[in-house]
């Protein structure tokens, strides 16, 4: 079965500095895709990044980037250049090929100070 | 573009009690989830619904059911409710057809749902 663990209930940074919120992953699919999602205190989750398990390269979007091990089965997530705006849940997900739901995890809350 | 509309936004029920919660999907989306999401957890997969039919489901019981429009709007029905129940509701729309894999799902603003 899928299981997604991420282990940070709560992570804090200062403004303007690098953050890695860490997942680790579990499945048996050699096929299956990596999301993180931002989801403010609105509720209304966010897609922030995707990683393919066959991607050769690690996955980034601006700001955000995916440091992707398979070996190790994680999945972690960079934020650079943190923002105040940056405050919020973070969830990590994963969608096995051919299955059609999302499993995530329990999300990391990443508070951002001045 | 329109994005995924969930209405309503609040909904206070009580025990036993009958609800249903309503989403309009992204245009061009033809692939609806639904989603529980109980305080200081991670959603937890309902179903799906793809052109009007049941696609999938996740470890829920039967008194949760929904349904699929022409339109591609869903909504998601939850009979008898129990306290248990009380969550934040995400529907998710998507397309599929997309690079397998990739299935990229956009959320709606959810639904909180308390039941007394």
């Known amino acids: 079965a899928q299981k997604i663990t991420q282990t940070q209930p709560g992570m804090f940074v200062q403004e303007k500095e690098a953050v890695t919120l860490d997942c680790t992953y579990d499945?048996?699919?050699?096929?299956?895709?990596l999301f993180w999602y931002k989801q403010p205190s609105s509720g209304e989750m966010i897609f922030l990044i995707y990683?393919?398990?066959?991607?050769?390269q690690n996955a980034t979007e601006g700001r955000y980037s995916l440091n992707f091990q398979k070996a190790r089965k994680s999945a972690n997530l960079v934020i650079s250049a943190s923002q105040l705006g940056d405050s919020a849940m973070y969830f990590c997900?994963?969608?096995?090929?051919?299955?059609?739901?999302?499993?995530f995890g329990t999300g990391t809350r990443l508070l951002v100070s001045p | 573009e329109t994005g995924v509309t969930q209405s309503p936004t609040h909904l206070i029920k009580t025990r036993g009690q009958q609800v249903t919660l309503r989403c309009s999907s992204q245009?061009?989306?033809?692939?609806v989830s639904w989603y529980q999401q109980a305080l200081g957890q991670g959603p937890q997969f309902i179903f799906q619904?793809?052109?009007?039919?049941?696609?999938g489901r996740g470890n829920f019981p039967p008194r949760f059911s929904g349904l699929q429009f022409p339109n591609y709007s869903s909504e998601l029905n939850v009979n008898a409710l129990e306290l248990d129940d009380s969550a934040l509701y995400l529907c998710?729309?998507?397309?599929?057809?997309?690079?397998?894999?990739?299935?990229?799902?956009?959320f709606g603003p959810g639904t909180r749902l308390t039941v007394l």
């Open positions: 499945t048996s699919d050699p096929s299956y895709g």
């Open positions: 245009s061009g989306h033809n692939t």
């Open positions: 619904y793809y052109r009007e039919e049941e696609n």
């Open positions: 997900a994963m969608r096995e090929t051919g299955f059609q739901k999302l499993v």
């Open positions: 990683q393919g398990s066959y991607d050769q």
């Open positions: 998710a729309s998507s397309s599929q057809g997309m690079l397998a894999g990739y299935n990229e799902q956009f």
